[in-house]
């Protein structure tokens, strides 16, 4: 009995030896790719902080949409967001 119980172990073990070296290799798995640092900016109008690359400039100001450059632009002083 002891016998059959060490054969089993050791198939069990060639087994596992033997997936082993015919699965594909496995490299470690790479962080995804980071987005660069970007600077954060103010909405001239509302306030609004948000990456700069992702405002509407005008005359060198930043807005946070088309909507607060052109009341902006046309001097409407409403109130923000």
């Not at 002891?2 to 082993?20: M, Q």
């Not at 060198?60 to 109130?79: N, V």
Request: include cysteine; charged fraction near 25%.
């Amino acid at each position: 009995m002891g016998k059959l119980i060490l054969l089993g172990v050791l198939a069990i073990v060639v087994w596992w030896l033997w997936r082993k070296l015919q699965a594909p290799e496995r490299t470690a798995a790479q962080p995804p790719a980071s987005r660069p640092v970007e600077s954060m900016v103010s909405c001239a109008r509302c306030g609004l902080n948000q990456p700069r690359s992702e405002c509407v400039e005008s005359a060198g100001r930043f807005y946070c949409c088309e909507q607060h450059r052109r009341d902006a632009e046309s001097g409407d002083g409403g109130e923000g967001r």
